[in-house]
């Protein structure tokens, strides 16, 4: 019914909070000594947070299967990233990931979030739900480029001028917002501060199997189109 919403903070218990404040620790101080370049850093080990990233997948999955899939999930992706100052380009124009729609991802705030610091920004409809794209990636039997790539800058603007807008994410640290992965959606540059963030991907299974494994859960070090199915692997 929208492809766009806010996790609600009673989903999480203490020890999702002390996860979130560990994990924002360690990304902070590899960010803070890292020489990296670029309009979005990439955090390299997303095992070094194996024990948060559990902690915060315990919570996180079950509302999900419970609250929108009714079937078994399991991670497929994990992105930690610090958004950078820089011109609009890549992530930060409207897009949409053009993968098949049973896809979510789930962005999670390291730190405090504000207007300032680059919130996460999707497009909602009049009514308020967030605004689909159509998916031309449905399957491996069909896995195709959207016709005029999934950069939709030019769609957008025509559909602000019909009443739809822009719609930024605001929230404190451990503050979590799920979304369809074809919801039209941007970063916003940094003006001031910094925003670290987990990112999230979940993707159905028909047998129930560990929430997280390198077997089948990637990062930055595979291209983010979507992975075998684990039993195939």
């Given at each position: 019914?929208?492809?766009?919403r806010?996790?609600?903070?009673?989903t999480?218990?203490?020890?999702?909070?002390?996860?979130?404040?560990?994990?924002?620790?360690?990304?902070?101080?590899?960010?803070?000594?890292?020489?990296?370049?670029?309009?979005?850093?990439?955090?390299?080990?997303?095992?070094?947070?194996?024990?948060?990233?559990?902690?915060?997948?315990?919570?996180l999955?079950?509302?999900?299967?419970?609250?929108?899939?009714?079937?078994?999930?399991?991670v497929?992706?994990?992105?930690?990233?610090?958004?950078?100052?820089?011109?609009?380009?890549?992530?930060?124009?409207?897009h949409?990931?053009?993968?098949?729609?049973?896809?979510?991802?789930?962005?999670?705030?390291?730190?405090?979030?504000?207007?300032?610091?680059?919130?996460?920004?999707?497009?909602?409809?009049?009514?308020?739900?967030?605004?689909m794209?159509?998916?031309?990636?449905?399957?491996?039997?069909?896995?195709?480029?959207?016709?005029?790539?999934?950069?939709?800058?030019?769609?957008?603007?025509?559909?602000?001028?019909?009443?739809?807008?822009?719609?930024?994410?605001?929230?404190d640290?451990?503050?979590?917002?799920?979304?369809?992965?074809?919801?039209?959606?941007?970063?916003?540059?940094?003006?001031?501060?910094?925003?670290?963030?987990?990112?999230?991907?979940?993707?159905?299974?028909?047998?129930?199997?560990?929430?997280?494994n390198?077997?089948?859960?990637?990062?930055?070090?595979?291209?983010?189109?979507?992975?075998?199915?684990?039993?195939?692997?």
């Amino acid at each position: 019914d929208d492809p766009t919403r806010p996790i609600p903070t009673d989903t999480f218990g203490p020890d999702y909070n002390q996860a979130i404040d560990s994990a924002a620790q360690k990304v902070f101080g590899y960010f803070s000594e890292s020489n990296e370049q670029g309009i979005m850093l990439q955090y390299p080990d997303i095992w070094s947070l194996k024990k948060e990233l559990e902690t915060i997948c315990s919570h996180l999955v079950p509302h999900l299967e419970e609250t929108m899939y009714g079937c078994h999930l399991y991670v497929d992706k994990v992105y930690v990233y610090r958004t950078t100052k820089c011109e609009r380009d890549s992530s930060y124009i409207w897009h949409y990931d053009n993968n098949p729609d049973v896809i979510v991802k789930n962005i999670i705030y390291l730190n405090d979030v504000t207007h300032e610091n680059s919130p996460f920004e999707y497009l909602s409809k009049p009514d308020g739900r967030g605004y689909m794209f159509k998916a031309f990636r449905t399957g491996p039997d069909k896995w195709e480029n959207a016709p005029n790539g999934s950069r939709v800058n030019k769609e957008v603007e025509s559909l602000i001028t019909q009443g739809h807008k822009g719609t930024k994410v605001i929230g404190d640290q451990g503050s979590a917002f799920t979304f369809n992965n074809n919801a039209a959606h941007r970063a916003n540059p940094i003006i001031e501060g910094y925003r670290d963030v987990i990112n999230i991907r979940v993707k159905p299974t028909i047998k129930k199997i560990a929430l997280l494994n390198p077997k089948y859960t990637s990062s930055f070090e595979k291209q983010g189109v979507v992975d075998c199915d684990p039993d195939k692997i």
